[in-house]
């Protein structure tokens, strides 16, 4: 890799000249990434998409492939392709952004032409899942945030998928916070195929030259005396609860200071298993549970939100209780006197919350000290933002903007990812001076300069913790200043993440003294001895093997079970049937909760009738177990059922635990169907007692995006089907509902040559 510095800045054939100022330590990063596939454990604002741009632009030199980048969400991913386009010396319509507001189509013609791609995850586990692409010609994948890389979360198939289709891979980790337990990082590491870390912290002596002073100060608040009596009789209600509970032996304590949440929910779980085994009494519990949970939350609410918060929260509480399909809890709460005595005092209360007035004063004193600052509030809550961001802009030194994710909720409207951009662009060219952000704000958003971050509350995730924090002091000296309401969750919330924030260091330099022991034993590092090489298990005989999927299964566990084992999966929208393996075989695959509400609702008979009419051999696949423990059905309604499917509709049933059994089940049946009988796969079963007009029906619906009202719609404008073949796609426009995607993959049909597959 020749990269060196000229007077301070980075130097590559690929890298725009001066605009990277040189570091040591993000070279030597880059240098190893570029070996073996890397886990980067940098702090934030150290530069982690430095050492991912170095890299990138030497695999680029050497022209081994596309880069896919891949980033946790959408403002991560504009941000990143925005910095890849500015730095980069390609051609910026060689770099391509995906999201799921980029059409598949439009998706699979930049992917062609496109040397990286920077996306979402979950485009790219669609698209591999629909078979829309493949990573054989991706050299290298970056995977930003790379702690997410756990569980079922994206990373992890995509990573999969990537192992399978590419022997000579290279796989770039990049985090601020992998987290505090060892087992968590070594699962990342083999989830994404790592087998080098390269861990710096603030504290090595190639770091810190670089690393900016972050003044700590805690402001401790005391609660009003106003704020003590609500919660008096809140607790005092909840205490009922509690002890009830205990009694049952699903709490261990009756006392409000002293149960933890979790409790609380490990209770329901408990409560859940023994309704299902038909304990009737647990009906009553199940409500005590939700009301002492509604309790507990009113009361944390007020104790770190504030009146607002909490007044909002019972609002909803209210709502619920007078609907006709209210929950049981909120009707018994709002019937409870001391509940309706703490609403009533919270309406007289005019003071927000004292903390309202701490960040109002510290945003103040700041801006009066530096004019120029950059300050971000963090806080849990929306509607806290809303009250925070009002109290900030009644003085004209403060100009804040609240920024928040997209979602929407209740009658708090997210921001568009265009509304997004747009408030970082002003917050840093100081139109707005102050962010009052939620979670959104965490991970990765470039907000250079900021001077000051200001926690609302603290948050028990070590990870979250470090992020925030991690909004300051990138270019200079920052300040953090973390509000503790006094004797509440807050001091709880604080020092967890404290405590786990330096295990995760513990862990870290462990992990770091464990590699370089390796490497000084072995000469390589090799974290996953045991892990099998792509070349161990690849097999050069094995035949294709391909199902046809409906495009509602395509994000099931099933799908991206049977991706992993190789079995070529073709997405359609198909009338009937969930997959379909054989020009006589097709599967319905309901779990057992599916099967119970389709089964009474009827719809289950109409769609196994559908199933029998269109395939010889059609099954149906029940996954999961305890069918007869979920819902309140007598056992003799779902034996009848399942005795009809068999007897009257001849349909066998097939059972199984997970989706990983599943998988497991349609792939035998695909090798027996495609490998021993030789059958093709029909995309739609075979009817074949149909009158002229239901077979024209039946030929249009085969056709891309086109339904059976399009169908009709068509025929009603074109007459035959000759002359819908013949139209051009000027023609097809003219029928309602036949956008110019549809009309051009129409055309296509008809007029492409066919080739085999």
Known sequence: MSVYTENVYVKHDLIKPKSIEYREYQVSIAISALKQSTLVVLPTGMGKTVIALLVIAE??????????????????????ASFLREFLLIDKEKIAQFTGEVSPLKRKLQWEKSLVIVSTPQVIENDLVSGKLDLSDVCLIVFDEAHRAVGEYSYVFVSKMYKKQRED??????????GSEIEKILEICKNLGIKNIEIRTSYDPDVRPYVHDIDLIWKKVELPEDFRRIIELLEDALRDRLEALKEEGLVDTSSPSRIAKKKLIDAQTIIQKALKEGKEKYFNYASLQNEALKLYHAIELLKTQGVSAAKRFFEKIKEEAKSKGGSRASKNLMKDQRVLDAIARLNTIKVEHPKINVVVDVVKKQFEAKPDSRVIVFTHYRDTAIEVEKELNLHDIIRAKRFVGQATRGEEKGMSQKEQAEVIKKFREGIYNTLIATSVAEEGIDIPSTDMVVFYEPVPSEIRTIQRRGRTARKRAGKVVVLIAKNTPDEGYYWSSLRKEKRMRR??????????????????????????????????????????????????????????????????????????????????????????????????????????????????????DDIFGRRNISHTSILGSLASIILDYGIPILNTKNHKETADLLTVMLKREQKEEKREVALRGDKRTMSIEERQRYILEGLPNVSAVLAKRLLKHFKTIRNIANAEEEDLFQVDGIGKVTAKEIVEIFTRPYTEP
């Open 59 to 80: 695999k680029l030199k050497r022209n081994e492939g596309k880069v896919l980048f891949l980033a946790p969400t959408k403002p991560l991913v504009s941000q990143h």
């Open 507 to 624: 862990e870290l330099e462990y992990l770091r003294r464990e590699i370089k022991k390796r490497m000084e034993k072995y000469g390589k590092v090799d974290l996953f001895s045991e892990q099998k090489k792509l070349t161990d298990f690849k097999d050069c005989e094995r035949e294709e093997f391909m199902i046809v999927v409906d495009s509602r299964e395509c994000r099931s566990q099933v799908v991206k079970e049977l991706n992993e084992k190789g079995i070529r999966t073709k997405i359609k929208n198909l009338p009937v049937a969930d997959y379909v393996i054989s020009n006589r075989v097709a599967i319905e695959r309901k779990s057992v909760d599916d099967f119970l509400e389709s089964m009474i609702s009827g719809k289950l008979f109409r769609q196994l009738a559908e199933l029998k009419q269109n395939y010889p051999k059609p099954v149906l696949v029940i996954e999961g």
């Open 169 to 178: 891979r290279l796989v770039l980790g990049i985090t601020a916070s992998p």
